[in-house]
């Protein structure tokens, strides 16, 4: 960029009133230096900076832009909702329909509670596990990340089976001497901590489809096991599907593997780009939350009209025939063609999709867990990103993250990402 620029302009301003200039620490560019774009519009596949520079984009605003931006629908939708006003702090029926609609999608989720962030959705799933079961030990894993509740900031301990570390200043030890933090896809660690302390565990929590340590896909046999476990010991298993689901496949992970949960916390993709997220299960576990039962959650702006009415429509025009047959093809088609570039190069790189979302690698395999994720080259995939992204196409600031495509992707899009890459890649041999 050059001096003048108004990003720069602008992160120099954002920095006088806000931490780091950003109100979500990822987008301040700290895991890849430079200035953070400031965006100020965007479309289908496509947005702009403060610059007037057009970057394809790869983050979808992490995950819920599935249908492109500013989907005319959308935002008619929005526009409508918003006319009859904006929030009134009683029920409406877009709520019953949205709940209505996700029990159809999702048939595991009988009830569900409509929150505002994946945060909360994670945190009151933990609270109702804990509260149902009357114990306090969970279970979660390295590299999977849940939204920032206490309990669940946590690294793993200095040992396998001893309880873990905050990785936040500010998370009393105490909140976190409750949760096991074990390696994902290890069934033998699961097995361990359940001989261990299988009669404490209230519950596992899990992305079941991992994309916050770039994309990683759980082994089958690991969430078979870990189904398995749980029944047997009465403890609750939780996927945390706030972004694999409604991304991964219609019914979200727990279709694609044929697992069930007991309860499910959703976001991103449910809110078409506004504050829902939600989680939900069986009808007997959900009869526990207030104002029904003894778990407490609530919230003012929870199951909000307007974001409700960009929600249904976006849960609408995913479901149109062949949706997600077309959104897989477009992300096999990216991960295929950036493989392929990068071979012609000679640089050490792979990678993978399912469904719309993807991950990419500077390293010689797929990673399957955290610590192999961890030993790509960072540095390499830093001077890829910058590279890119003076080429016009914006992937996440950050090694550990996966990338998502939307419906407005076509094939144009993507072979003008592959052909950046091409030359990109020619760069970094
Ligand atoms: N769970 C998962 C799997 C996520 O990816 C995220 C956010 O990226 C969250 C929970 C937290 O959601 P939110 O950022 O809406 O609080």
Partial sequence: MT???????????????????????????????????????????YFWDADGKRYIDYIGSWGPAIVGHAHPEVVAAVQQAAARGLSFGAPTEGEIEMAEEIHRLVPSIEQVRLVSSGTEATMSALRLARGATGRDKIIKFEGCYHGHADSLLVKAGSGLLTFGNPTSAG????FVKHT???????????QDAFDSFGAEIACVIVEPVAGNMNLIKAKPEFLQAMRALCTQHGAILIFDEVMCGFRVALGGAQALYGIQPDLTALGKVIGGGLPVAAFGGSAALMHNMAPLGGV??????????VAVAAGMTTLKLIQAPGFYEALGATAARLAQGLTAAAKEAGVAFCADSIGGMFGIYFSATVPTSYAEMMAGDRSKFNTFFHAMLDEGVYFAPAAFEAGFVSAQHDDAVIDATIEAARRVFAKLA
């Fill in 171 to 174: 998370v009393p030890e105490d």
């Fill in 296 to 305: 407490y959650q609530a919230g003012t702006l929870s199951g909000n009209p």
């Fill in 180 to 190: 096991l933090v074990l390696d994902y896809n290890n069934v033998e660690q699961l």
């Fill in 3 to 45: 001096s003048n620029s108004k990003n720069d302009t602008l992160f120099a301003r954002a920095q006088k009133t806000t931490p780091g200039g950003v109100n979500s620490p990822v987008r301040a560019f700290r895991s890849v230096g430079g200035t953070p774009r400031f965006i100020t519009r965007a479309e289908g596949p």
